[in-house]
Nanobody
Framework: QVQLVESGGGSVQAGGSLRLSCAYS????????MGWFRQAPGKERERVAT???????RYADSVKGRFAISRDNAKRTLYLQMNSLKPDDTAMYYC????????????WGQGAQVTVSS
């Protein structure tokens, strides 16, 4: 069973930076492919960034060049470095463990709030 715990959310002014962390536990095969999603009030949850077992990274167009996903396998932690934050980035951010073949989400974290003020 996969467990995911996010940390590092908070409030920042536009142009600032934050780094989210997601500590994960469970079978290694269950956490080979992971990602970050976000959900703003009144909007659907959207994929922000994903990282697969070959270290391939994919980003939503809205965050390309500003966000970076990475992981430290020794610490069993997934990261999302967010730079040049904009008010539109305000959302609840969720860490997810994904099925490497279908891409479907197997487990969600509890979420970390990110608020960007103008």
């Amino acid at each position: 069973q996969v467990q995911l715990v996010e940390s590092g959310g908070g409030s920042v002014q536009a142009g600032g930076s934050l780094r989210l962390s997601c500590a994960y536990s469970g079978y290694t095969y269950s956490t080979n492919c992971m990602g970050w999603f976000r959900q703003a009030p009144g909007k659907e949850r959207e994929r922000v960034a994903t990282l697969d077992s070959f270290s391939n990274r994919r980003y939503a167009d809205s965050v390309k060049g500003r966000f970076a996903i990475s992981r430290d396998n020794a610490k069993r932690t997934l990261y999302l470095q967010m730079n040049s934050l904009k008010p539109d980035d305000t959302a609840m951010y969720y860490c997810a463990a994904r099925d490497c073949y279908s891409g479907s989400v197997r487990a969600w974290g509890q979420g970390a709030q990110v608020t960007v003020s103008s």
